[in-house]
T-cell receptor
Framework: DGGITQSPKYLFRKEGQNVTLSCEQNLNHDAMYWYRQDPGQGLRLIYYSQIVNDFQKGDIAEGYSVSREKKESFPLTVTSAQKNPTAFYLC?????????????FGQGTRLTVV | DQQVKQNSPSLSVQEGRISILNCDYTNSMFDYFLWYKKYPAEGPTFLISISSIKDKNEDGRFTVFLNKSAKHLSLHIVPSQPGDSAVYFCAAATGNEKLTFGTGTRLTIIP
């Protein structure tokens, strides 16, 4: 079955620790995205990658880092510099970069920093 | 600066009736619009889209209407079913740019 897999579904970390969220897709999509969802704020774009070995900052990239060494993988690291990391994180992919194709989302990872 | 707005955080509709979810946008350059449905603790799933060259797109029980002059988008679900209870996000994009999402509307279908 083709799709996007995010792991883990729930993640707990102590304040000050870096944590990496996994996102893997077997849809052969070129573009991948990371969004963050907070109550009342919709989905905000953290980082995106149009193609392997390339990535760009989104609207709220501060305190986050990504890599795109393989087409199917786009891990997100939440660093200790992120002031409010507790949130629901969503990874998505689309066939190509651009507005004419919809994005497919993973199941999300809920990160709680204590 | 919220370019895509969903002013109703929640909506309750009787089963079998029509659900109308609204979305307003400010960027006149947006040329592609989408609706996503999201259940709790899951990722959003794509529902329906419309390009700016159209004013209506229909897919089964779901119809999206676009009023470019009013910069307004709406999603009609008819008849509404209990499984339609979810949070609905509208999203918009321009040219080759990223999707911008609204804040979402929680739809509750009352049996």
């Amino acid at each position: 079955d083709g799709g996007i897999t995010q792991s883990p579904k729930y993640l707990f970390r102590k304040e000050g620790q870096n944590v990496t969220l996994s996102c893997e897709q077997n849809l052969n999509h070129d573009a991948m995205y990371w969004y963050r969802q907070d109550p009342g704020q919709g989905l905000r774009l953290i980082y995106y990658s149009q193609i392997v070995n390339d990535f760009q900052k989104g609207d709220i990239a501060e305190g986050y880092s990504v890599s795109r060494e393989k087409k199917e993988s786009f891990p997100l690291t939440v660093t200790s510099a992120q002031k409010n990391p507790t949130a629901f994180y969503l990874c998505a992919s689309s066939i190509v970069w651009g507005s004419s194709t919809e994005a497919f989302f993973g199941q999300g990872t809920r990160l709680t920093v204590v | 600066d919220q370019q895509v707005k969903q002013n109703s955080p929640s909506l309750s509709v009787q089963e079998g009736r029509i659900s109308i979810l609204n979305c307003d946008y400010t960027n006149s350059m947006f040329d592609y619009f989408l609706w996503y449905k999201k259940y709790p603790a899951e990722g959003p799933t794509f529902l329906i889209s419309i390009s700016s060259i159209k004013d209506k797109n229909e897919d089964g029980r779901f119809t999206v209407f676009l009023n470019k002059s009013a910069k307004h988008l709406s999603l009609h679900i008819v008849p509404s079913q209990p499984g339609d209870s979810a949070v609905y996000f509208c999203a918009a994009a321009t040219g080759n740019e990223k999707l911008t999402f609204g804040t979402g509307t929680r739809l509750t279908i009352i049996p």
